[in-house]
């Protein structure tokens, strides 16, 4: 199997991709290995927290899981070329964008890396996947709502979607039962003060409650 295929593998299987943002990596690690311990199988780092690029390469070292194949680990907040490339050499498996920037995508179907740009109308959702998606980011979602996935789908069954801003525990399974392939958390999962503190526990619990709310959603479609 292809990595890019591993990859759209472990996304859906997990359901759920941490979006870390975040003002100090340093405990990167730990903390994601805690996300992992909580049934996640991807990860987003982002740009703009800083350090970011350091913090993928440390986690690909370090954590064996996203060596061996076991997870994959991504780079978000990707605007342009440039950043795409440099996430993907230091190990990135696959890309996320808030916006969809066609350089930025092309890039990534040449270097076949998994590409998730963020686009919000039907026309910008169907031009990010003709061009080479393979997961289009909805985004931000909390301003369209389970129901915008639903109507969007039924005339666009090709797309694979994945709603991110504003997803909590209370809306998640709402978007899965809608079609979303996945759902991006951010906040309400990667807590600042869990990271800050340690709380390893706390944070790998709230990540069984929304992997199982994804597990919970699915069985009812």
């Known amino acids: 199997m292809k990595p890019s295929q591993r990859t759209l593998e472990l996304l859906e299987e997990g359901g759920v991709v941490p979006v870390v943002r975040l003002p100090d990596l340093s405990r990167a690690a730990a903390m994601a290995q805690a996300l992992l311990d909580g049934g996640v199988k991807t990860i987003e780092l982002t740009m703009t927290s800083p350090g970011a690029l350091d913090a993928l390469s440390l986690l690909r070292r370090e954590i064996p899981a996203f060596s061996d194949g076991a997870?994959?680990?991504?780079?978000?907040?990707?605007?342009?070329?440039?950043?795409?490339?440099?996430?993907?050499?230091?190990?990135?498996?696959?890309?996320?964008a808030p916006i969809l920037d066609l350089p930025t995508l092309e890039l990534c179907v040449e270097r076949d890396v998994p590409a998730m740009p963020g686009a919000f109308t039907p026309t910008e959702i169907q031009t990010a996947w003709k061009a080479g998606a393979a997961v289009v980011k909805v985004f931000p979602a909390t301003k369209l709502g389970p129901g915008y996935f639903k109507d969007l789908l039924a005339p666009l069954p090709h797309l694979n979607l994945?709603?991110?801003?504003?997803?909590?525990?209370?809306?998640?399974?709402?978007?899965?039962?809608?079609?979303?392939?996945?759902?991006?958390?951010?906040?309400?999962?990667?807590?600042?003060?869990?990271?800050?503190?340690?709380?390893?526990?706390?944070?790998?619990?709230?990540?069984?409650?929304?992997?199982?709310?994804?597990?919970?959603?699915?069985?009812?479609?």
Do not use: H
Not at 83 to 95: E, L, Q, V, Y
Not at 176 to 184: D, E, F, L, M, W
Not at 187 to 210: D, M, T, Y
């Open 162 to 221: 994945m709603p991110t801003g504003g997803v909590d525990l209370e809306n998640c399974g709402d978007f899965i039962r809608a079609g979303a392939i996945a759902v991006g958390v951010g906040s309400a999962l990667v807590r600042k003060e869990w990271v800050e503190n340690g709380e390893w526990r706390a944070l790998s619990e709230q990540a069984r409650r929304f992997a199982s709310s994804v597990r919970t959603a699915r069985a009812m479609c």
């Open 71 to 96: 997870a994959a680990l991504g780079m978000g907040s990707v605007l342009n070329p440039d950043m795409g490339a440099a996430a993907i050499a230091r190990g990135a498996n696959f890309i996320v």
